[in-house]
């Protein structure tokens, strides 16, 4: 257990980054953790290592460094990514106890990512009768994984400098929406893969199994934020849609819809307030949109937006599409503010009403703007 010991503390070191600035945690304390772990595993079983255990210790090291220099750099260089990172959920100062938690879990987390090449180190040395098949087969898949992230960094690249403000489309990306996220896990899971021939005991499997899928849950929350990013992104451009889901060029969810429509008289479909998948198939489905929006300056510049992807929409899958109303919520119609968005709201839409005059009829505490097919 004391090479166990001795790795949690490196990892505990290293990741300290975190307490400098919150998301290191998950960022270069992340990469450089890997690396110095990966070191350390073939420093403290330079007795015992074998060919294809070497390999994985490359391959994280390999991966750490990559990713921990990337993030470096990108900081220093990138406006854009200042502005993500420095934006002020990520400032803001977080109580001690989120601190001290994040940092367990997170020091606990990337030595259970790399504890099955550790367990199946000491095993061998233990005289276990471990596989070194196995070993073989995850480390191949593991290097496997990192060739593709970074032919995937590669192509990204190359395709933002041919167009900067264009989503990447081309090569890997053609295939997978995140290929660099879909190699990464590959890399864990030829990680894990290696439990199989290391003979391990059962909490030797808790351990490692707990680390796959907490690095596992961690990458599709961080590609679903990307993809989030992304529609907001480049959201009117129409080509984007066709990237976002499979069941919009097939229009699944208006089939699914179609039996329907003559037992009722109208079919609400309620939608997360982004624009993703789920919502972009509702609008492809949908005859009219009843958009709610709060009476604040944020809402004005999502409705934009908004109303930048459903003339995308209507241009290229659903040309019947119209937007049913505008509910305003939280309206206040002795506040400036609520004027001006109630105003904006109906520029967007096209109403021919007059913010002054429709906010005469507005209730205490929400309208509806309301417009027919003929504006």
Known sequence: MSYLYLLLALSFAVSALGWIYFIYFFSLGYGFTISVLSIATAIIFRDVITWPALLSCVVWLVFGLRLGMYLLLRERRSETYKHILYQPENTVKKPAFVMWSVWIMCALLYVGQISPVTFYLHNLREGLPVSEGWMWAG??????????EMVADAQKSAAKKVNARRFVDTGLYRIVRCPNYFGEVLMWTGSFVICFGACCSLWQWVVAALGYIGIVYVMF??????ELRQVETYGAMPELFVK????IESKELEKALQPLKGKYDVIFIDCPPSLGMLTVNAFVASDGILVPMQAEFYAVEG????MMTIKGIKQKYNKNLTVAGILITMYNPHLLLSCVVLRHGCEDIGCGSDARTASDNLQAGETAVQTSGAG
């Open 139 to 148: 480390a191949i898949v593991a290097a496997l994984g990192v060739i593709i």
């Open 221 to 226: 929350s961080g590609a679903r934020r990307l």
């Open 244 to 247: 976002l889901n499979s069941l």
């Open 303 to 306: 409705l934009s937006q908004l």
